[in-house]
Protein backbone atom coordinates (compact mmCIF):
# COMPACT_ATOMS: atom_id res chain seq x y z
CA UNK A 1 0.00 0.00 0.00
CA UNK A 2 1.31 3.52 -1.10
CA UNK A 3 1.74 6.04 1.53
CA UNK A 4 -0.93 9.17 1.33
CA UNK A 5 -1.13 12.50 1.94
CA UNK A 6 -3.67 15.43 1.28
CA UNK A 7 -3.54 17.91 -1.01
CA UNK A 8 -3.83 21.45 0.42
CA UNK A 9 -5.63 22.66 -2.44
CA UNK A 10 -8.63 19.89 -2.25
CA UNK A 11 -8.25 17.88 0.69
CA UNK A 12 -8.51 15.07 -1.22
CA UNK A 13 -6.27 11.76 -0.19
CA UNK A 14 -3.34 11.31 -3.05
CA UNK A 15 -0.73 9.13 -3.36
CA UNK A 16 2.31 10.68 -1.38
CA UNK A 17 4.82 10.12 -4.60
CA UNK A 18 2.50 12.80 -6.80
CA UNK A 19 3.79 15.92 -7.95
CA UNK A 20 0.37 17.32 -9.42
CA UNK A 21 -3.24 16.44 -7.95
CA UNK A 22 -4.94 13.91 -9.74
CA UNK A 23 -8.40 15.65 -8.86
CA UNK A 24 -7.70 19.47 -9.17
CA UNK A 25 -4.38 20.11 -10.84
CA UNK A 26 -2.62 21.46 -7.99
CA UNK A 27 1.41 21.38 -8.44
CA UNK A 28 2.17 20.15 -5.11
CA UNK A 29 5.66 21.40 -3.35
CA UNK A 30 8.12 19.30 -3.19
CA UNK A 31 10.92 19.27 -0.39
CA UNK A 32 14.67 18.17 -1.69
CA UNK A 33 16.78 16.07 0.82
CA UNK A 34 19.78 18.25 0.36
CA UNK A 35 17.50 20.83 2.17
CA UNK A 36 16.26 18.52 5.02
CA UNK A 37 20.65 17.43 5.16
CA UNK A 38 21.35 21.17 5.52
CA UNK A 39 18.35 21.69 7.91
CA UNK A 40 19.65 18.84 10.22
CA UNK A 41 23.54 19.72 9.75
CA UNK A 42 22.31 22.75 11.36
CA UNK A 43 20.69 21.88 14.07
CA UNK A 44 23.52 19.66 15.04
CA UNK A 45 26.26 22.09 14.68
CA UNK A 46 24.03 24.04 17.06
CA UNK A 47 23.73 22.05 19.83
CA UNK A 48 27.36 20.79 19.85
CA UNK A 49 27.93 24.71 20.18
CA UNK A 50 25.71 25.32 23.12
CA UNK A 51 27.24 21.53 24.41
CA UNK A 52 30.72 22.90 24.10
CA UNK A 53 30.31 26.42 25.49
Known sequence: MADKRECP??????????????????????QRTSVKWAALLMLLLAILYLVLM
Open 9 to 30: SCAMEIDADSDVCPICGYDLPR
